[in-house]
């Protein structure tokens, strides 16, 4: 599973570490920056040479709403990562709705791991990144498919922080370039939605320049 981010590039790049048959899919739900997103999925599937790629989407949860990400009129907060609760970033339950789709791609390709670039120590507090939350879906897994299935969410960087998460991708000798982390801009990134101040604060933390154009860059402490 391949959003075109930092977690899920560097998670792509484990997994093609490990000498697995890799297949890329990308899921867009109706976000803000949906275009910007599988083009940099298609950079880094080119990069890492995988013939075997899936790109489709969920629109439906742009229909409903609930989300900054997928709703215009719902503003995301800028220049601040210490807030109470779950934030409006937040997209209703959309890892199970991913999920579902890689399970049923995975069942076709009697593929075994299903690889996940999900992040709970280090994040915006998504419910839907809880290691909890995939070891319960692997029960649905197993529960929902044919007998012969063997289909195992595999979920490298879960407990990793933004630091440790681009130094291994450091060593993985991982495209950071080709990635795409902002929520809201397609050309430069904005520098001011959570997803590019937890980028930033990682980058700045190990000591290493983000190669990522932005409209403005902070410094940040942990």
Not at 55 to 83: F, Y
Not at 88 to 98: D, E, G, I, K, Q
Not at 154 to 166: E, F, N, S
């Amino acid at each position: 599973m391949v959003s075109g981010g930092l977690d899920s590039c560097v998670t792509a790049a484990v997994a093609h570490s490990r000498g697995l048959r890799v297949a890329f899919l990308h899921i867009t739900y109706g976000q803000l920056t949906a275009s910007r997103e599988v083009e940099a999925f298609n950079q880094i599937a080119d990069h890492y040479q995988i013939s075997e790629r899936l790109v489709t989407d969920i629109k439906h949860l742009s229909n409903i709403g609930g989300s900054a990400l997928t709703d215009s009129s719902i503003v995301l907060p800028q220049g601040e990562l210490d807030r109470e609760g779950i934030p409006v970033s937040y997209v209703p339950f959309r890892n199970a709705n991913l999920l579902s789709i890689a399970t049923s791609w995975a069942e076709v390709l009697e593929a075994q791991f299903i690889y996940i670039g999900a992040v709970q120590e280090d994040s915006s507090g998504y419910p839907d990144c809880r290691e909890s939350f995939f070891k319960a879906f692997n029960t649905v897994i197993e529960e929902g498919t044919r007998p012969h299935t063997s289909i195992e969410i595999v979920t490298p960087v879960i407990h990793l922080r933004k630091k440790a998460i681009i130094e291994k991708g450091i060593e993985l000798k991982v495209p950071f370039h080709l990635t795409w982390s902002c929520y809201q801009e397609n050309e430069l990134a904005c520098g001011e939605c959570d997803s590019c101040l937890l980028r930033l604060r990682g980058f700045q933390e190990a000591g290493l320049h983000d190669p990522l154009p932005y409209k403005e860059v902070r410094t940040l402490h942990q």
